[in-house]
């Protein structure tokens, strides 16, 4: 199954939708790859040293004591978990219903660069959305599986993740004829509306939404817009929720990073509700 190849079988988006949106995905990632916490960090440092040249040490200190204490915060606090445990907790994923017609999962949660080159199915971090779904295609034999996952806005080069996607449920039994692929959403936007072509749900199917906890918020405020009704099924937590706001000195780089995703997907939610793409700035059950 190595390779980027697709059976005939399998059920695959031939054409982008016309209402889809062209440079929103673009110019999301450019945004976020600016305002995220470390590259404010990194700005900060250098407006600081540069200003120091010119003899505005007052202003100079100041972003430089920013720089630190938001370096210090995001590495050493439960400030992320905090911050990520609300987006988590928004949906409560219900009692399992006993007939599924289809799931939707959406991409994130695969190595996309390496399984460009390796042509495997390498899991990242979020490879629970997977998992999880490979668990309720199992249990639900009826069920289609619909995968949502084109490649990177800013890497169109890079093989799309519904590709390795197929790979790894095709190693574990899932036939062709019951996967769907979306191999060219490029957020998750794009994965509601091209989702809902391509599974054409009628009144009384039930769908089931896979994707991460903390993505579970904005993902069913663009399903709604996009009319697709859906069940949530969150996976993938970061936080148990319980971490309160303390010191945690132990695993920087891990703190950091959930402070990451929390803070971007807070960002999106409050830059989709303000161009109108989700209804609420944070969407509920």
Do not use: C
């Amino acid at each position: 199954m190595v390779g980027g190849s697709n059976p005939p079988e399998v059920t695959k988006l031939r054409a982008a939708p016309p209402e889809a949106p062209a440079l929103f995905p673009y110019l999301t990632r450019i945004f976020w790859l600016l305002i995220q916490p470390l590259s404010l960090v990194v700005l900060l440092l250098i407006a600081g040293f540069g200003l120091s040249w010119l003899r505005r040490r007052w202003i100079s200190r100041t972003l430089v004591g920013v720089a630190l204490l938001m370096l210090f915060v995001g590495a050493f606090t439960t400030f992320g978990y905090a911050v990520i445990t609300p987006l988590e907790d928004r949906f409560v994923r219900p009692v399992e219903p006993a007939h599924v017609d289809g799931i939707v999962v959406l991409g994130g949660g695969l190595e996309g660069e390496v399984n460009s080159v390796r042509g495997g199915w390498e899991l990242n971090r979020s490879g629970d959305r997977l998992v999880e779904t490979l668990r309720l295609a199992l249990r639900h034999p009826e069920a289609k599986v619909l995968v949502a996952a084109g490649p990177p806005a800013l890497a169109p080069q890079q093989e799309p993740e519904a590709l390795a996607a197929q790979r790894f449920f095709t190693a574990f039994g899932i036939t062709g004829d019951r996967i769907i692929l979306d191999e060219k959403s490029r957020n998750t936007e794009e994965n509601a509306i091209f989702a809902k072509e391509l599974a054409g749900p009628t009144e009384g199917q039930t769908w089931l939404l896979v994707t991460s906890a903390f993505h579970m918020p904005r993902s069913v405020g663009l399903f709604r817009k996009a009319g697709f009704a859906v069940v949530p099924w969150p996976a993938d937590y970061l936080a148990s929720g319980a971490e309160g706001l303390r010191f945690k000195p132990d695993q920087p780089s891990e703190n950091i990073a959930v402070a990451t995703i929390a803070l971007r997907e807070w960002t999106g939610l409050v830059g989709y509700y303000l161009t109108g793409r989700i209804d609420q700035v944070f969407p509920g059950p």
